[in-house]
């Protein structure tokens, strides 16, 4: 298993740009979620979804669009890029029943935006 | 609301010594608290967690964390602390009666076991 995989590693935006993170996992996990880290602020939740076709918004899910189309594939959309979501955004998965319930994360994209 | 707090940016310890992280929660019905750790330029990894059942829960890497429901804590324990334990360390908590799944992290507590 690959387990949970994001692209890109890192990626320099100008302000107003749009792009994709990409998400994927292979453990047929139904809970997908996406966070940003920011320094002492932890990690923030900014949407996540229970299943294909069924998304909520997190803590902070301004700026960011997300959709699920597929069990496998959570992409998170960027609509036009701002300075303020310079972070690194992680992409986590599970399973979501009561002893299976254990996050997996991604190696994380760094996003920078100029 | 729920919320999560970690009162410690940084936790020096000498290698040997038993270490603790403190994690305290708010939670308005019944929590879930994991424990993860993450290492430079790494995701998150998961420790532990506390689901139901037994206060004291054994991880990985032989760390160990004890619910405690009455002062809302769920702290991070290591009888011998080893220099390779030295990461970042992040406490959830999710509420399970709220009828949603959201997660919420703590700020995160540097931990450094010293030679």
């Known amino acids: 298993n690959a387990g949970v995989t994001q692209t890109p590693k890192f990626q320099v935006l100008k302000t107003g740009q749009s792009m994709t993170l990409q998400c994927a996992q292979d453990?047929?996990?139904?809970?997908m979620s996406w966070y940003r880290q920011d320094p002492g602020m932890g990690l923030r939740l900014i949407h996540y979804s229970v299943g294909a076709g069924i998304t909520d918004q997190g803590e902070v899910p301004n700026g960011y669009n997300v959709s699920r189309s597929t069990t496998e594939d959570f992409p998170l959309r960027l609509l036009s890029a701002a300075p303020s979501q310079t972070s690194v955004y992680f992409c986590?998965?599970?399973?979501?029943?009561?002893?299976?319930?254990?996050?997996?994360f991604g190696p994380g994209t760094r996003l920078l935006v100029l | 609301a729920q919320s999560v707090a970690q009162p410690e940016d940084q936790v020096n310890v000498a290698e040997g010594n038993p270490l603790t992280v403190k994690c305290t929660y708010s939670?308005?019905?019944?929590?879930?608290l994991f424990w993860y750790v993450q290492y430079p330029n790494r995701g998150l990894q998961f420790l532990l967690k506390y689901i139901t059942g037994d206060n004291l829960v054994k991880g990985s890497y032989g760390f160990e964390a004890e619910f405690n429901k009455s002062q809302t804590s769920f702290h991070l324990k290591k009888p011998s602390a080893l220099v390779s334990d030295s990461a970042l360390y992040f406490c959830?908590?999710?509420?399970?009666?709220?009828?949603?799944?959201?997660?919420?992290f703590g700020t995160g507590t540097r931990l450094k076991v010293l030679a």
């Open positions: 939670v308005s019905g019944n929590p879930y």
């Open positions: 959830a908590v999710r509420d399970t009666t709220s009828g949603t799944y959201k997660y919420i």
């Open positions: 986590a998965s599970s399973y979501s029943g009561r002893r299976q319930e254990t996050q997996y």
């Open positions: 453990m047929n996990h139904e809970y």
